[in-house]
């Protein structure tokens, strides 16, 4: 008789598993499982973004010069009720509504622009106008000028810094933070933002994030909790072993190669 497949059986194999992530390969691989048990398990189970935090709070280090993105925000200030210093965004998130709110909660926000905003210098000598357009001496690249974007309130202002991300990109970062005159500062603030598209690139190459083949948006949504649950899995083993998560997860292949050249399963019939 099978067994049930259990929350444990079904992140193991997503922690191990190379490169397909079905659930025919799963049973395919398991003589404790067939393809119909992990399918009732992932259609019966219910991974919620509660049980995910239950999981990691433990690993949290709470601090008042954290760092989060939009869709945390609302989260972390009414139900998780954790401190932060700013948020992050991309500029598809760069609205007068969210940025407005953001600073009703009494938080900073870093916000990216796009080229074709328009914005005009706080004292309003000048009409509004492209902010990739305006005026950028060496003052003002070192510690970023004051504008105000249009649309917003009368004396609503922000800083502006020209951030050169690299030799063919350059963002445009508004801060509502009084206290920041630095460009540095703000570059090194804004590479935060990149763990958040660090922790889904690795979810997508090293745990299945996105392979999941079943129709169903229960059984779905289930898997993407799995895989976010091994994400953290393979982190805190990175920090133990002191290596990053990609060799944590390939490593397993190392053994295999060394016994396949002692004892190929295929051999080679000329050379």
């Known amino acids: ?101 953001i600073e009703s909660l009494a938080k900073i926000y870093y916000c990216p622009l796009k080229n074709n905003r328009q914005v005009g210098d706080s004292d309003g000598q000048r009409p509004y106008g492209r902010v990739d357009a305006l005026p950028w001496g060496d003052e003002e690249q070192a510690h970023g000028t004051q504008i105000k974007i249009k649309g917003f309130p009368r004396d609503h202002k922000v800083r502006l810094f020209r951030v050169e991300v690299s030799t063919h990109r350059t963002d445009w970062v508004v801060t509502n933070d009084p206290t920041q005159d630095s460009t540095a500062a703000t570059q090194q603030v804004c590479g935060f933002r990149w763990k958040i598209e660090q922790l889904h690139r690795e979810g997508k190459q090293l745990t299945g994030l996105e392979r999941c083949q079943c129709r169903k948006a229960r059984i779905q949504r289930n898997p993407i909790g799995c895989a976010f649950l091994v994400w953290v899995r393979l982190k805190e083993l990175a920090t133990q072993t002191g290596r990053t998560v990609y060799p944590v997860k390939y490593g397993l292949l190392d053994e295999y190669l060394i016994q396949q050249l002692k004892n190929p399963s295929l051999t080679m019939s000329f050379a």
Not at 78 to 100: E, F, N, R, S, W
Request: some cysteine; charged content about 20%.
């Open 1 to 101: 008789m099978k067994e049930a497949v259990t929350r444990l059986n079904y992140c193991q194999y997503l922690l191990v598993s190379q490169i397909n992530y079905t659930l025919t390969n799963f049973a395919d691989h398991c003589e404790s499982f067939s393809h119909d048990a992990i399918n009732r398990y992932l259609r019966g189970e219910r991974i919620t973004p509660r049980l995910v935090w239950d999981n990691v709070r433990g690993q949290v280090v709470a601090t008042a010069q954290g760092y989060v993105v939009r869709e945390m925000l609302s989260n972390i200030v009414y139900q998780k009720q954790l401190p932060c210093h700013a948020v992050l965004m991309d500029t598809g998130y760069a609205t007068k509504a969210l940025m407005l709110f």
